[in-house]
């Protein structure tokens, strides 16, 4: 797992959690998925933080990127889709990797956790508290709400459930290019569609 000192300096650490073999990725290959303590799956790329949410995402806002925030539980079959779909797949890391910093929490767990708006809360009390109530849920932050003093001010997407690879990618590009300012998610979407179509490609393939 990703520490904040090895983003900075190298961008390149290992999860310490051992190799789980699962069943194969959209292409059919077996794929291996690290699975922690906790029993929830890891990423290489995941960043291990003091859980500090307001640092975490000025920290993230000072190198130019965002903070995303993923809520797993232990057992979850749609959190496993996430790893090994959604993530067995290069347009979709490749952009994470380029634009997010990535924290993992999970819904009934108990390490102490920050705010933005200060105050310190168990997991399960924080994921209570945002009114998490799936796994996997994803909330994205950008980085110039960095400094929001709440999640109100600094969480600009949600996506409360498992969301296949074309919709979740396309999540990520709403909210980089910013587009939430100027459409909803659906109109968004359907401007990918149509762009897509005329260059004789089928979203419903992808």
Avoid at 74 to 93: K, S
Avoid at 119 to 148: D, M, S
């Amino acid at each position: 797992m990703l520490t904040r000192r090895s983003v900075l300096a190298s961008g390149v650490a290992l999860a310490a959690a051992g190799p789980v073999l699962g069943a194969g990725s959209d292409t059919g290959a077996e794929v291996h998925v690290e699975l922690g303590d906790d029993g929830l799956h890891k990423q290489p790329w995941f960043l291990d933080s003091f859980l500090e949410l307001g640092d975490d995402l000025q920290a993230a806002a000072d190198n130019g990127r965002n903070l995303m925030v993923i809520w797993e539980q232990n057992g979850c079959p749609y959190c496993r889709e996430l790893h090994y779909v959604n993530f067995q797949r290069a347009e979709i890391t490749d952009f994470i990797q380029a634009h997010f910093d990535v924290i993992q929490l999970d819904m009934f767990g108990a390490r102490e956790v920050r705010d933005f708006d200060g105050e310190t809360l168990e997991e399960r009390r924080l994921a209570e508290k945002w009114g998490v109530q799936f796994t996997p849920t994803t909330q994205l932050f950008h980085a110039e709400n960095a400094g929001a003093g709440t999640l109100r001010e600094a969480e600009v997407f949600r996506m409360p459930g498992y969301l296949k690879p074309f919709h979740y990618l396309s999540s990520l590009e709403y909210v980089v290019a910013q587009d939430y300012k100027n459409q909803g998610f659906q109109r968004f979407l359907q401007d990918k569609f149509e762009k897509l179509r005329e260059q004789g490609i089928d979203p419903d393939v992808w």
